[in-house]
């Protein structure tokens, strides 16, 4: 929960399961609700019935990269506002590009930072977003 009372939700695609484990129980520790995904369709499908505050969204992942579903998140008018953040280890700067382009707010490579690293961005975005 946030300082006001508030459960902070998160969504988190990513098809590793040790990736998946280890960000799933840091953000827990930082206080957030955390539902886990291993593919593009799982997100979608659990997208289509909740609103989390934040989407952590892998590229390489079974059925439908995330791309992919970055794209459909933004043809959705329910979701579109959402901020995702793409969470890979592509490095490539076409794939930077795509993501930015298609409306990720914003792109980590995972082996660039450390998983506290990465769970202060999302608290940084998180506080931005309440303060709106």
């Known amino acids: 929960m946030d300082k006001k009372g508030y459960q902070k939700r998160i969504l988190l695609a ?3 399961i040790f990736v998946r ?13 955390v539902k886990t995904v291993k593919d593009g ?6 997208l289509s019935q909740n609103t ?11 059925f439908m990269d995330g791309l992919e579903v970055l ?14 953040i793409m969470l890979t280890n592509l490095s490539e700067g076409d794939d930077i590009r795509k993501a930015l382009t298609l409306g990720a707010s914003d792109y980590i490579i995972k082996s660039h930072f450390t998983p506290s690293e990465i769970v202060s961005k999302v608290n940084t ?8």
């Open 71 to 84: 794209a459909e998140i933004q043809k959705n008018e329910n979701l579109n506002t959402i901020p995702v």
């Open 41 to 46: 369709r799982q997100a979608l499908e659990w």
């Open 14 to 16: 990513e098809d590793d």
């Open 125 to 132: 975005l998180y506080w931005q977003l309440r303060e709106q």
């Open 21 to 33: 484990d280890m960000y799933s129980v840091r953000l827990k520790k930082d206080g957030y609700e």
């Open 52 to 62: 989390p505050d934040i989407i952590l969204l892998d590229i390489m992942m079974p």
